[in-house]
């Protein structure tokens, strides 16, 4: 599809958004199943990004559990030499010595794997970051998934000559996370869907997007434990392979470019820039009406929107949500797969099925539980405590069991710690709000970047605690976790009752007017509703002055010249109630 086609694709979505969105509001009555077939439709209409990132978490779920399998083996027979019989029964209880300092090699491999991780995506998302903005989001999402394509293929051929060492794979991770790894796609991703979307309807396809990214991994490592069993490792590599490979062809052929032609500086006085293209961080920093920075030029915009002066207490409610968000890293599990195989003797395919269905009903709970919380009108910090409970409890649980007679207990494990997943989302939330408006693409990319640095950390601290203590506390790890999430939840708690007041004190008194303007027949519209910025309103409302004095319209023959007001509409009233959330 060519740049202009691609153009007037999205185009005809966004204002399909918008149509829909002022359709919603009309009382005429309509049956359930009318609406529901709407609803269907609707989405059915905007689905782009979404199958291709059930399959890539589909081949990520599939490739993962088998990965580590295949590197304790390379680990136990090449790097320290033991037997056959010794690596196909380590686990049994009766090798524990040949168990132990297995675990103690693999991983120290795999945070050897998580420095390149955690470090080498930051110098590139700096770089693609901005030129995202300039040149388009497929080019970043093309590069990471033909990376993974590449980790694959070096797994299969590892997995193919049995005489070739574990250090081979770390070709493969260097190779994916040159070209940005998650962190670039995330960025890549969201971006998109920020480009695509109106702000009216932006939290409910984001929920689309992670509910439908989130949801392949457990089927994928289903299907890696089956396949494993059955055929061993190659084939399951060889799955993941074909899987990113369609997954780069869908983005290649299928989805247009949503970054439209740069804006000249005749439209750039008179259109303010989308949220979605100001995800990078670099327009409001910029002089440039091209919206083209540097580097430098975005880490300073990031730096900014995290230390930049800010009224009353918000710059302090950003540092101490971005901290926390960082630190629930610290809460989730770690050497999962290795605690499995030392206490419960686990293999690859025990571990599947358990960990698919966790996260399952993980992700199908916190669906729930985020929409009974709007339903309930509970903030989102609110949200977060109960999901780092949940989480407390889950891992809790996890520290009592003590041998493989207990693994009933990892079921009332999934269940307690069952709302865990709805903790980030609800977190993010409180970033955009806390933010403010325009600035919620900065302040994610700003979060996604101190996450990427933190796994640096978080992978020290956990590595070396569970080699410590593998061979008389492997539970460790589990109550580190839930002494993190005791402590967030005291954090958030007091972060959220300082929020509540704040807001409530700076909330005006406003009543709703609506704005009639004298010049019907030239105007598109009798009123003055709130419009999106690449809509080419005729009439706009500002949201930055929420007072209810109207200022006189100008009326000119061009049509597109804009008549402001600052009358306090509904839509603001919405935003207030949010800030007070």
Same mark, same amino acid.
């Not at 729930?368 to 407390?392: E, F, N, P, Q």
């Not at 929420?546 to 919405?574: C, G, K």
């Given at each position: ?98 168990? +132990? ?40 999402? +093309? ?144 002089? /440039? ?124 494990? /999934? ?13 993010? /939330? ?104 690449? +809509? ?46």
């Amino acid at each position: 599809m060519g740049s202009r086609e691609a153009e007037e694709g999205l185009k005809e979505e966004w204002m399909s958004e918008k149509k829909d969105d002022m359709e919603g509001t009309e009382t005429t009555p309509s049956s359930p199943l009318t609406k529901v077939s709407r609803h269907i439709m609707k989405a059915i209409r905007r689905v782009r990004l979404e199958p291709m990132l059930f399959l890539k978490m589909m081949a990520e779920g599939n490739f993962g559990v088998v990965a580590d399998t295949l590197e304790v083996q390379r680990i136990c027979r090449l790097s320290l030499g033991y037997s056959d019989d010794n690596c196909t029964n380590m686990d049994d209880g009766n090798h524990s010595d040949v168990q +132990l300092e297995v675990q103690v090699t693999q991983n120290n491999f795999n945070y050897n794997q998580l420095l390149i991780a955690s470090l080498l995506p930051l110098f590139v998302v700096i770089f693609v970051g901005p030129l995202s903005d300039r040149y388009g989001r497929k080019p970043p999402m +093309l590069a990471v998934l033909a990376g993974f394509a590449a980790l694959a293929v070096v797994y299969l051929v590892e997995a193919l000559q049995p005489t070739w060492p574990v250090e081979v794979l770390y070709l493969g991770t260097a190779v994916v996370n040159l070209t940005g790894s998650w962190v670039v796609f995330n960025m890549a991703v969201y971006s998109y869907v920020a480009d695509i979307t109106t702000p009216d309807t932006r939290t409910r396809r984001l929920a689309l997007v992670d509910a439908c990214w989130y949801m392949g991994g457990p089927l994928g490592r289903l299907l890696g434990g089956w396949v494993y069993h059955v055929g061993g490792s190659a084939p399951v590599f060889l799955i993941s392979l074909i899987l990113w490979v369609l997954c780069f062809l869908y983005v290649l052929i299928l989805i247009p470019e949503s970054v439209r032609e740069k804006p000249t500086p005749q439209t750039t006085t008179t259109t303010t820039l989308t949220e979605g293209h100001q995800s990078g961080g670099c327009c409001s920093s910029c002089s /440039s009406t091209s919206c083209s920075c540097g580097p430098l030029q975005h880490i300073a915009s990031l730096a900014r929107t995290a230390c930049g002066k800010r009224d009353g207490h918000e710059r302090s409610h950003l540092l101490i949500t971005l901290i926390v968000l960082l630190l629930v890293t610290l809460g989730q599990g770690h050497q999962m797969y290795l605690w499995a195989r030392r206490v419960l003797a686990w293999g690859p395919e025990e571990f599947s099925t358990w960990t698919s269905i966790d996260s399952l009903l993980h992700q199908l709970v916190m669906v729930l539980w985020v929409w009974i919380a709007a339903k309930a009108r509970l903030t989102d910090s609110t949200v977060a405590v109960v999901g780092l409970i949940s989480l407390a409890l889950w891992s809790l649980v996890l520290s009592c069991i003590g041998g493989p007679n207990l693994w009933w207990l990892t079921i009332v494990a /999934s269940v307690l710690g069952s709302l865990e997943a709805s903790i980030e989302p609800a977190l993010r /939330s409180v970033l955009t709000t806390v933010g403010g408006r325009g600035e919620a693409g900065r302040v994610l990319t700003l979060a996604g970047l101190l996450q990427a640095a933190f796994l640096t950390l978080d992978g020290t601290l956990y590595t070396f605690t569970y080699n410590t203590f593998v061979d008389t506390l492997p539970q460790i790890n589990f109550l580190i976790q839930a002494s993190w999430c005791v402590l967030l939840v005291l954090i958030l708690l007091a972060l959220g009752m300082d929020l509540t007041q704040y807001q409530t004190n700076l909330t005006p008194t406003t009543t709703t007017t609506t704005v009639t303007t004298p010049y019907q027949d030239d105007l598109t519209t009798t009123t003055t509703p709130y419009q999106d910025d690449d +809509l080419t309103p005729t009439t706009t409302c500002q949201d930055d002055d929420l007072t209810t004095t109207p200022t006189t319209p100008t009326h000119q023959d061009d049509l597109t010249t804009t008549t402001t007001t600052t009358t306090t509409t509904s839509e603001q009233h919405d935003f207030i109630r949010k800030k007070q959330q």
